[in-house]
Nanobody
Framework: QVQLVESGGGPVQAGGSLRLSCAAS????????MAWFRRVLGKEREFVAA????????YYADSVKGRFSISRDNAKNTVYLQMNSLKPEDTAVYYC?????????????????WGQGTQVTVSS
């Protein structure tokens, strides 16, 4: 089992920045990729960004390219999401996820473990 704990969410004004962290514990050696998804109330969870754990290859949703950056610290088993130039439409609950397989990084059903989520609220 892998446990994921997110932190770093909160309120921010449009144009501001936040950094989310996700610390993994347990059988972390099994992790092949980690990702951030987000969900707006009443909508499906959507892909934001992902990183392959060993190679460090990154992937982004078009809506966040150039504004968000995902990174990982293998020694700390932690993944980060640096969010800059935030917009009101970025308001959502952000979830961290971990995948044990080398599958697609874009789909929620690929991921085996999920964090509890952290709220990000961007005001205009």
């Amino acid at each position: 089992q892998v446990q994921l704990v997110e932190s770093g969410g909160g309120p921010v004004q449009a144009g501001g920045s936040l950094r989310l962290s996700c610390a993994a514990s347990g059988r972390t050696f099994s992790i092949k990729a980690m990702a951030w998804f987000r969900r707006v109330l009443g909508k499906e969870r959507e892909f934001v960004a992902a990183v392959r754990w060993s190679a460090g290859t990154t992937y982004y949703a078009d809506s966040v390219k150039g504004r968000f950056s995902i990174s990982r610290d293998n020694a700390k088993n932690t993944v980060y999401l640096q969010m800059n130039s935030l917009k009101p439409e970025d308001t959502a609950v952000y979830y961290c996820a971990a995948d044990r397989e080398y599958g697609s990084v874009y789909h929620t059903n690929e991921y085996d473990y999920w964090g509890q989520g952290t709220q990000v609220t961007v005001s205009s």
